[in-house]
């Protein structure tokens, strides 16, 4: 198969789709890997990393798309190069449709193959593409939000740890899946007052496991949620439905009454938001202020540390982009009920019942349209 990986175009996104060392992987099993020039720059290699690697380097994306048999990129492709997808070719990507409409009207007009990162699922019920990047979104996020705290960014000028004789910052996670895991994680390290919200049991319990006294675990009701938020110096969103868009657990209500000055960084953003008052937002441009308080949405979090970022997802996605280079799409879908799931848009029909479902467009089984 002829695999082409383009340069990221979206706005500070440095990560790319293929390291070299994913490249060789291919091209010694005797696969084509065409690379544009300059793709890995963000992340500390040239074109003769993936020339060693067995790649070709083209000059444009337009070559590359117009070559390629399978487009390998991280994050959703933009405008101008969902215009150069063709029919029956497979993008393999992070897509977010379900609060995307101009993107999921271009993809389903390309008529080409589209499998999302994110609604790949795997035999324990988790996202094991998605997984590495909630790992990391959500440990920035405690970054984001400690800045985003900071009396220059029109925080409330809290140090999330305080110091001897001067009470830490109050930060409340909603959501215990990976992102609120990991966020917790580095706020306690960080020595902040933290609790973290969910409504599984057994996620509550492996949660109170995890952190004993160190966090506070709690049972997510409207209540509850309502009182910690509006008692919170920094909230992290980390809440996800996979391939829905996210509810919007945070009102505009709540905004008015939460602290001057305080922050909330919505990880939920690619998929919409928790937030009410959330928009999207990017690296060069992260926060704005709603009611006084400050709100980080950057919708490629991970894409500010893209060197652990790429290789993190490159762990994941390899075995994936060698199935279906090896089989081809129709029989690695087939055979796998778990890459099946990533299968978003396929013969100009959606076939994730989530994205169909918040964008009303009719739902087509995957199964039936690839033996149909």
Avoid: W
């Amino acid at each position: 198969m002829i695999i082409g990986v383009p340069k990221e175009i979206k706005n500070h996104e440095y990560r790319a789709g293929m390291v070299p060392a994913s490249v060789r992987e291919l091209t010694r099993r005797g696969h084509k890997v065409l690379v544009q020039t300059q793709a890995g720059s963000g992340i500390g290699f040239d074109d003769q990393d993936y020339i060693n690697a067995g790649a070709e380097i083209l000059d444009s994306a337009d070559a590359v798309f117009a070559s390629a048999e399978m487009i390998v990129k991280v994050k959703e492709p933009q405008a101008v190069e969902r215009a150069m997808l063709r029919p029956g070719q497979i993008l393999f990507t992070y897509l977010h449709l379900a609060p995307d409409l101009p993107q999921t009207q271009d993809l389903v007009n390309s008529g080409a193959v589209c499998i999302a990162y994110e609604t790949v699922t795997d035999n324990k019920g988790g996202l094991p593409l998605l997984a590495p990047m909630s790992e990391v979104a959500g440990r920035m996020s405690i970054q984001a939000g400690a800045q985003a705290l900071e009396k220059s960014n029109m925080g409330r000028g809290m140090l999330l740890g305080g110091v001897p004789g001067v009470e830490p910052a109050k930060v409340v996670v909603i959501g215990g899946g990976m992102v609120g895991r990991n966020a917790a994680l580095m706020a306690v390290g960080l020595g902040a007052d933290v609790t973290i919200l969910d409504r599984n049991v057994n996620v509550l319990r492996d949660l109170n496991h995890q952190f004993e006294n160190r966090a506070k675990v709690i049972y997510s009701t409207a209540e509850a949620l309502e009182k910690h938020v509006l008692e919170a110096d920094l909230v992290i969103g980390g809440v996800l439905i996979p391939g829905a868009a996210a509810p919007k657990l945070i009102t505009r209500e709540h905004i008015s009454k939460m602290k001057p000055g305080a922050a909330i960084v919505d990880v939920a953003i690619d998929q919409g938001g928790c937030v009410e008052t959330s928009k999207a937002t990017t690296h060069q441009d992260p926060v704005f202020i709603v009611d006084d308080v400050v709100h980080y949405c950057v919708a490629n979090m991970p894409g500010a540390v893209p060197r652990t970022s790429t290789f993190a997802l490159n762990n994941a996605t390899l075995p994936y982009i060698i199935a279906l280079a090896e089989k081809g799409y129709k029989q690695a879908l087939l055979d796998d009920e778990h890459l099946l799931n990533g299968l978003n848009v396929i013969n100009g029909k959606i076939t994730c019942e989530e994205v169909a479902e918040a964008l009303n467009f009719e739902f087509f089984d995957p199964r039936s349209e690839l033996t149909g």
